[in-house]
């Protein structure tokens, strides 16, 4: 299945590929595309579409207030500090 543009392809990824890469990809792509077109042939009819096949259910801790940590711990490993606050490489120029 080759209905695609490698080239058109790999300037919308904004890679060059040397014309063996192209030959390469383009038929590792048909061979997907051959694929996607053979999964289109199953027949869904009155199967609800999901985004997993199994349900997944929420695994993270429930949401808990604890005391702030002390000032001076939340410091202690800083690799730099200044009047009691972290100091961090100025980004803006």
Same mark, same amino acid.
């Given at each position: @299945?080759? #209905?695609?543009?490698? +080239?058109?392809?790999?300037?919308?990824?904004?890679?060059e590929l040397t014309?063996?890469?192209? +030959?390469? !990809?383009?038929? +590792?792509?048909?061979?997907?595309?051959?694929? *996607?077109?053979?999964?289109?042939?199953? #027949?869904?009819? %009155?199967?609800?579409?999901?985004?997993?096949? /199994?349900?997944?259910?929420?695994? @993270?801790?429930?949401?808990?207030?604890?005391?702030? @940590?002390?000032?001076?711990?939340?410091?202690?490993?800083?690799?730099?500090?200044? %009047? %009691? !606050? /972290? *100091? *961090?490489?100025?980004? *803006?120029?």
């Amino acid at each position: @299945m080759s #209905d695609f543009n490698i +080239q058109y392809v790999a300037r919308l990824a904004r890679i060059e590929l040397t014309p063996e890469e192209q +030959q390469r !990809l383009g038929d +590792q792509l048909g061979n997907i595309l051959g694929y *996607v077109a053979k999964l289109k042939e199953v #027949d869904v009819e %009155g199967i609800e579409p999901t985004a997993h096949a /199994f349900p997944l259910t929420n695994i @993270m801790r429930p949401d808990e207030t604890h005391p702030p @940590m002390d000032h001076e711990d939340a410091l202690r490993n800083a690799p730099a500090k200044a %009047g %009691g !606050l /972290f *100091v *961090v490489p100025k980004i *803006v120029e």
